[in-house]
């Protein structure tokens, strides 16, 4: 009787131990297939992540490139502006010097520099200054249709003529910013006009006499 209650107790016992075990086994499994499962989706986002971040540092890459490309575009512009032989300024609406090249600089004895965030009115003799001044007003007022203009100005520089052209300065949105100008001496030319009109008034006073 106690053999059998033993036999018992003990294939009692065994199957428990089975059934742990399978429990075990079917935990074990699940656990694997649930890493192999987070593996898969750490796999993906990394994935992701990367072509992300490839993103970023293609954007980034071409920004820069685009940012050098507009620095290098913006300092041929300047050099080109610079040596010009001509003078070329730019005024805003309120008639403050926004540049001038050095063409503009020789031919008005004025620094670029002194000249940037100024007026005629702080550069020129008054009279001088209020006929350029009258000039770029009455432009501006006609807004950003108006026709270019071109006069013959006389000074600042004593026997000083320029051919001064202007035209408004407008933004893409139709809006004034100010006149963009181009001035060339034509003092030599100017000299000439009067020689030779000296040397015709002498002709024509030796053949009347």
């Known amino acids: 009787m106690k053999v ?5 107790r003990g294939t009692a016992r065994g199957v428990g131990v089975t059934a742990l075990q399978k429990r075990l086994r079917q935990t074990e499994r699940r656990l694997r297939e649930e890493l192999k499962e987070r593996e898969r989706e750490l ?15 293609r954007g980034i890459a071409e920004r820069h490139a685009h940012e050098q490309a507009l620095r290098s ?13 001509g003078a070329v300024f ?17 031919m008005s004895g004025v620094a670029a520099e002194q000249a940037i965030g100024r007026t005629v009115h702080e550069l020129y003799p008054a009279q001088t200054a209020q006929r350029f ?25 004593p026997n000083q003529f320029r ?16 006149l963009v100008c181009t001035s060339t001496d034509i003092s030599e030319l100017k000299r000439i006009e009067s020689e030779l009109a000296h040397q015709a008034k002498f002709i024509n006073d030796v053949f009347d006499s």
Request: proline share 4%.
């Open 73 to 85: 575009q913006s300092a041929l512009t300047q050099a080109i502006i610079e040596q010009i032989p």
């Open 43 to 57: 796999a993906e986002q990394k994935a992701i992540l990367e072509t992300a971040l490839e993103q970023v540092d």
């Open 163 to 178: 051919i001064v052209r202007k035209a408004v300065l407008s933004g893409d949105d139709g809006s004034v910013r100010g």
């Open 90 to 106: 730019v005024k805003d609406r309120e008639g403050r010097f926004t540049l001038a090249n050095r063409g503009w600089s020789t």
């Open 133 to 157: 001044a009258a000039e770029d007003e009455k432009l501006l007022a006609q807004g950003a249709a108006a026709p270019p203009i071109e006069v013959v100005h006389e000074g600042p520089r």
């Open 4 to 8: 059998r209650k033993a036999k018992r």
